[in-house]
């Protein structure tokens, strides 16, 4: 089964440690759109993506958003709840339907701590995750509307085998924490230029290295690859 997998922590693993790992996993199909746990929750199950992508988003209490961190085939949600008991400090949603493996939380925490191999591969993602958030963090700071969409598009574009996603302008605005009407008028804007093309709930990326110029430096700090190809 492993070779038939996309996700990079799983296909990581020793064959030793996989096998140990396999009758725990649970695939599952998700939908745009879904809600997969709650702000202040305890996470009851850890989600390794496979062709799904998986938003952590800061909700405050006024009701905005913004998204926090994306997560595809190069890692997992759920990471914190793997290194101690306190609740979810953001809500896990689904960015791009696909399907996901899925671990009860407390049955991987058994598992993690009787492999040092699982152990180390997770401590190497929780650096790269973090690292993303930050660097997220900052760009929101100093980049503008622009450069972070496009810095957002090429990140889903990492993690998806498709040029079209399947998203609303309300949903980009939640992702990136800004109102709809500034996400109108730089699509518009990529539109015209010819990097993407937007109608009716559906956008397709024209030209990737189009969008690289317009995107900030945090684009590069942040790529993800399922290839060794690169359009940069």
């Keep these: ?3 038939m997998l ?3 922590i799983l296909t ?13 996993l649970q695939p599952v199909s998700l939908s745009a759109g879904e809600r997969l746990s709650e702000a202040g929750e305890t996470m009851r199950f850890i989600y390794f993506p496979e062709s799904a992508v998986l938003s952590c988003q800061a909700e405050m209490q006024d009701g905005k958003a913004a998204e926090v961190g994306m997560i595809g085939f190069e890692g997992l949600a759920g990471i914190t709840a793997l290194v101690g008991s306190r609740p979810a400090a953001h809500s896990l949603n689904v ?50 509307v622009e450069q972070r969409f496009a810095v957002w598009l090429l990140l889903l574009a990492d993690r998806i085998e498709d040029e079209v996603i399947q998203i ?16 109108t ?48």
Aim: glycine share 6%; with cysteine.
């Design 1 to 3: 089964m492993k070779e």
């Design 6 to 8: 996309t996700n990079k």
């Design 12 to 24: 990581g693993l020793h064959e030793a440690e996989f096998a140990r790992l396999m009758p725990l």
């Design 95 to 144: 960015s791009v339907a696909g399907s996901v493996l899925k671990v009860n939380t407390v049955e991987f925490q058994r598992e993690i701590m009787r492999d040092d191999g699982i152990q180390q591969a997770l401590f190497a993602y929780a650096g790269e995750y973090v690292t993303q958030i930050s660097q997220r963090s900052a760009c929101a700071v100093f980049h503008s």
């Design 168 to 183: 609303t302008q309300e949903r980009i605005a939640e992702h990136l924490g800004v109102r709809r009407a500034g996400v």
């Design 185 to 232: 008028v730089v699509a518009a804007a990529m539109q015209a230029a010819g990097a993407i093309t937007y109608r009716r709930g559906s956008l397709r990326i024209n030209n990737r290295d189009m969008l690289a110029a317009i995107a900030c430096e945090c684009y590069g700090a942040l790529a993800v690859r399922r290839h060794q190809t690169t359009y940069m």
